[in-house]
């Protein structure tokens, strides 16, 4: 008995092999169908037909029907050859079925894809990920709730500043992934809902990524929660200007300075609280809400005053490692070699050129989290050795108040609290961005106790000894000194470049028209001339502020630039955007007032 065997193929497959049996007209060079010739009696019909005014509205729904069916031709041109017209009519359905599905699969529309847990190897690389793996690992096996880490990465803090004052600081260079590599993205946000680029296309075969690559601009959503909200904000404002608060103290005075550096912490919450309800209303970065409220000068003024604060950081970043190196020098040459201040800072420049040569932000990842184990080292035996002197030998001499210097404490207060180019990006990267003021009232607090605590223990220790680097006051000859010296000056240095990015990134979008010199060699050459420019600016800029005393130096960058950021153009922009009551529209000039004067 023979077995019979069939043979599953697809339609599309069936209708190829059909259409290889099949005759076509050999004259024929489109695609209409010929009918065959039709009879006297047909003609006829036709004629009266025509001259049938009713009938004329059928007569054109039907070649409109005609006109929709797939057309086909055949060879068989007598009446007799009509016999295999069903034959090449459906062939014709068939491609033309195939031709429209063709033509949906070519066209990339966005996809939604729910978030997974990726343990990949880039994520395994970044600082602490094997454990954080590993934690997570284990608290799957014994079937428990993972973990709420503070930051997902460390990197996740360190891309804040890619966003500084929420402008978009992404560098284009620093992307590797081609235009043909982005074509899973939706463009949304660019070019309505499911619109694709042009100069996007699908790549094909086996190198077809799975995932797609994030874009530079692209905005992720936020999923911070408050606790890692508020321990982002402690990490971006306990920074290196702790160091100068006890000098600080001795130019105000005990008593004025801690009332004085309350009452900051409270206007300069107001102030981002403004800047905050402001973005509720205009959802754009700070300095694009100056462009929308006030026009395009306003942004501008933004963006130059977000630069030169953070060129100033950078300044006096460099003075500050100048002297801890110089007083590094002398201890260990037994004050036998004494290397100029100007000398130290232009070394400096050298080491911080190749780092103002990263473009992608994330390669700071290693230096950021390096310089922050080594702050934290720093003050806890500063806050030990300011208790056991206290405990030991008592308080000095101290002044509640001194009216000589205390402008000098105001300015050194404001470059202390200047963190409001992060608050944009810290809110941005919450799950529930109105749970952010409540968040930062926190925040601010526990940052004001820590400021206060440190200045007026190291000013009761040390008295009018005081100097405006305060680890300078710790003995020289004990070794643990000049290993804490080191290791905080290092962490100044491997901070600097973090320091800078923003500055360079902006001035970089507007001197250059070209964004990307990653196929433009010219471009990307120009902007390396211009990054050692701005370098070797900073430590000019450096080198004339290490005449005079360091403690001036950071006064006046904090009332210059800090002064505006914080007490002018936030309720400024307050004022714009809300309709708001006569008491709050007169509280809101009384701040900008206020920031004018100092």
């Known amino acids: 008995m023979e077995r019979s065997v069939t043979i599953d193929l697809p339609v599309e497959q069936v209708a190829k092999v059909v259409k290889?049996?099949?005759v076509y007209h050999p004259a024929s060079s489109s695609s209409s169908l010929i009918p065959p010739h039709p009879s006297r009696k047909q003609r006829q019909q036709r004629k009266q037909q025509q001259k049938q005014k009713k009938e004329q509205k059928l007569k054109q729904q039907q070649q409109e029907q005609k006109k929709q069916q797939p057309t086909y031709n055949t060879h068989h041109l007598l009446p007799g050859g009509s016999i295999l017209d069903e034959i090449y009519k459906w062939t014709a359905q068939v491609e033309s079925k195939q031709q429209k599905r063709n033509r949906t699969q070519s066209i990339s529309l966005p996809a939604h894809r729910e978030p997974t847990i990726d343990v990949s190897l880039q994520s395994l690389k970044q600082p602490g990920g094997f454990r954080r793996h590993y934690v997570l690992s284990k608290a799957a096996k014994q079937g428990k709730k993972p973990p709420n880490f503070v930051t997902s990465s460390f990197v996740e803090f360190l891309c804040l500043y890619g966003h500084f004052g929420g402008e978009n600081l992404s560098d284009a260079e620093s992307s590797s992934s081609d235009s043909s590599s982005d074509s899973y993205h939706?463009?949304?946000?660019?070019?309505?809902?499911?619109?694709?680029?042009?100069?996007?296309s699908i790549p094909e075969g086996e190198t077809m990524p799975l995932l797609s690559?994030?874009?530079?601009?692209?905005?992720?959503?936020?999923?911070?929660?408050?606790?890692?909200?508020?321990?982002?904000?402690?990490?971006?404002f306990v920074t290196t200007g702790i160091m100068f608060l006890p000098k600080a103290f001795y130019n105000g005075g005990l008593l004025f300075s801690i009332f004085a550096i309350t009452a900051w912490a409270l206007i300069s919450l107001w102030s981002f609280l403004l800047l905050v309800q402001t973005?509720?209303?205009?959802?754009?970065s700070f300095g694009d809400m100056g462009g929308v409220l006030y026009g395009s000068r306003m942004r501008v003024a933004v963006l130059v005053a977000i630069t030169l604060s953070q060129i100033g950081f950078v300044c006096a970043y460099m003075?500050?490692?100048a002297e801890n190196l110089q007083s590094l020098v002398l201890t260990f040459s037994k004050c036998r070699l004494t290397i100029p201040m100007h000398l130290l800072i232009l070394a400096q420049s050298f080491a911080f050129i190749p780092l103002a040569m990263i473009r992608k932000i994330q390669r700071l990842s290693v230096f950021a989290l390096i310089a922050d184990v080594f702050i934290v080292i720093g003050l806890i035996y500063l806050f030990y050795y300011d208790l056991k002197e206290l405990f030991t030998i008592g308080m000095v001499q101290v002044e509640m108040w001194n009216p000589l210097h205390y402008p000098l404490f105001l300015g050194t207060a404001a470059f202390t609290f200047e963190g409001i180019g992060l608050v944009i990006p810290i809110t941005e990267s919450m799950k529930d961005p109105k749970k952010f003021p409540r968040v930062l009232t926190r925040a601010l607090t526990v940052i004001t106790c820590l400021f206060i605590t440190m200045g007026a223990l190291s000013y009761m220790t040390f008295g009018e000894n005081v100097q405006t680097i305060i680890l300078l006051n710790l003995p020289s000859k004990d070794p643990m000194v000049s290993s804490i010296q080191t290791l905080y000056s290092l962490a100044i240095c491997?901070?600097?470049p973090l320091q800078l990015f923003p500055a360079i990134r902006i001035m970089e979008n507007g001197l250059f028209t070209t964004k990307s010199g990653k196929?433009?060699?010219i471009v990307k050459w120009q902007k390396n001339v211009f990054r050692v420019f701005?370098?070797?600016?900073?430590?000019?800029?450096?080198i004339i502020g290490s005449k005079d005393k360091l403690d001036k130096f950071v006064a006046l960058i904090g009332a210059l630039f800090c002064i505006p950021l914080c007490f002018v153009f936030p309720p400024l922009f307050h004022l714009k955007a809300l309709e708001l009551p006569p008491t709050r529209r007169i509280a809101n000039f009384a701040l900008i007032l206020f920031g004018i004067i100092w």
């Open 20 to 22: 290889r049996h099949l």
């Open 186 to 200: 939706s463009s949304e946000d660019d070019n309505g809902a499911g619109a694709s680029s042009e100069d996007d």
């Open 213 to 236: 690559r994030s874009r530079p601009g692209q905005t992720l959503q936020g999923k911070a929660t408050p606790g890692k909200a508020m321990f982002l904000l402690l990490k971006s």
């Open 279 to 284: 973005r509720l209303v205009v959802p754009a």
């Open 319 to 321: 003075i500050f490692v």
């Open 494 to 496: 491997l901070s600097i």
């Open 519 to 521: 196929n433009n060699a």
């Open 534 to 542: 701005v370098v070797f600016l900073c430590a000019g800029i450096g």
